[in-house]
């Protein structure tokens, strides 16, 4: 009768705690997701200003930031001194995707429209459920897969609206261009769910000084085989630091939160929050230049925001499976403190040749 009625309070208890933690994840997870579309956005300002300036140094651009990474994240492992969870050859592989995915995706707008990138970039939503769904064994219901929907509705009713009519143009080479942002999209899902796995399992900490360094090498080596010659050329004015440092620290915040969302909400969460992130970028023309938009970019911004909503509560099997698996590792925890307090068993043998468990007496 005590385990049983231990087992029934444990059980509310726990439920309770659940659902506390849940919402609160859930609004965190919302929260730090509209910061890092914000951050995006900002990277975007400060690129079409270098682009406006003709600067075109992507890998530059990057280069900055995880040498930030390093600087700060590294100093914090060095100062630990302890040896590396992860094995550096991991970190070095998702370094190489990493500035891969950077500088592809940046590319393709050289090649296609800004409308095709904004809409193929969506490719990386399916491919994070499915490489999620396959390698960390997530766990979809059905309004998640709602939610995903409505939030992709969400953008593509921006891609198709009129602010973008004067973008139709394919530019010089849209198929070009168009396999790049595909190729970009992929790789950005691998290093999103790469990263997720890599905060669940070992050191937050160590995978960004890790990310930075590597990152930093690859960077470096590609600017001195790619943009050597474009480096050279640029007249470093004031004008032209201040996108470099601007896009510099943005991109440090926003790597620096990802890992914190991708504990608490993975990878498509992520990639569904940074959906907004031209949304933003229109309200930002709207009040700071006074520019006006077409009215089908509050309803795609609404819709995103529902949708968002919707994946982050999940279905309610998913809620009760996990209340379910807290409680029965409760229950085993009482289980193994009440035969502590009882002491340990010994095993004896009857006449008939049976063994029997019995308390041992102390």
């Known amino acids: 009768m005590r ?16 659902r506390a933690t849940r919402v609160r994840g859930m609004v965190v997870g919302l ?10 956005t900002s990277t975007g300002f400060s690129s079409s200003e270098l682009a406006r300036r003709g600067i075109n140094a992507p890998t530059s651009q990057s280069f900055f930031n995880y040498v930030l990474l390093a600087i700060v994240y590294g100093s914090i492992v060095i100062h630990r001194r302890k040896g590396l969870k992860t094995n550096w050859y991991y ?4 370094g190489i995707v990493d500035v891969e995915a950077n500088f592809i995706v940046v590319k393709a707008y050289q090649y296609t429209s800004l409308t095709s990138v904004m809409l193929l970039d969506c ?7 499915f490489l999620t769904w396959i390698f960390l064994k997530t766990k979809y219901g059905i309004k998640k897969f709602i939610g995903v929907a409505i939030c992709v509705g969400g953008l593509v009713l921006v891609v198709f609206s009129d602010v973008h009519a004067g973008d139709r143009a394919g530019g010089p080479n849209p198929v070009k261009g168009d396999m790049f942002v595909i190729a970009g999209s992929m790789l950005y899902a691998v290093s999103n769910v790469s990263e997720e796995y890599l905060v669940k399992n070992g050191d937050r900490i160590e995978m960004m000084a890790m990310l930075g360094a590597f990152g930093a090498v690859i960077s470096g080596c590609q600017i001195a085989i790619l943009e050597r010659n474009e480096l050279k050329s640029i007249h470093w004015t004031a004008g032209a630091v201040l996108p470099f440092v601007g896009f510099a620290l943005a991109m440090f915040l926003f790597y620096s939160t990802v890992p914190i969302i991708l504990k608490i909400c993975g990878a498509t969460m992520l990639n569904l929050s940074l959906l907004t992130s031209d949304m933003w970028a229109v309200l930002i023309r709207i009040f700071a230049y006074h520019q006006k938009v077409d009215w089908m970019y509050f309803v795609a911004f609404a819709g995103v925001a529902i949708g968002l909503i919707i994946y982050s509560k999940g279905s309610k099997e998913e809620d009760q499976t996990a209340q379910v698996a807290e409680v029965n590792e409760e229950e085993h925890k009482e289980a193994d403190e009440e035969a502590a307090i009882e002491g340990p068993v010994q095993t004896t043998s009857t006449a008939d040749g049976h063994s029997s468990i019995q308390p041992k007496q102390l």
């Open 91 to 94: 970190y070095l592989m998702l």
């Open 123 to 129: 490719w990386s939503i399916p491919c994070v459920i």
């Open 3 to 18: 385990g049983q009625w231990l087992s029934c309070v444990v059980g509310e208890d726990m439920a309770r705690r659940l």
């Open 31 to 40: 929260a730090l997701g509209q910061f890092v579309s914000l951050l995006i």
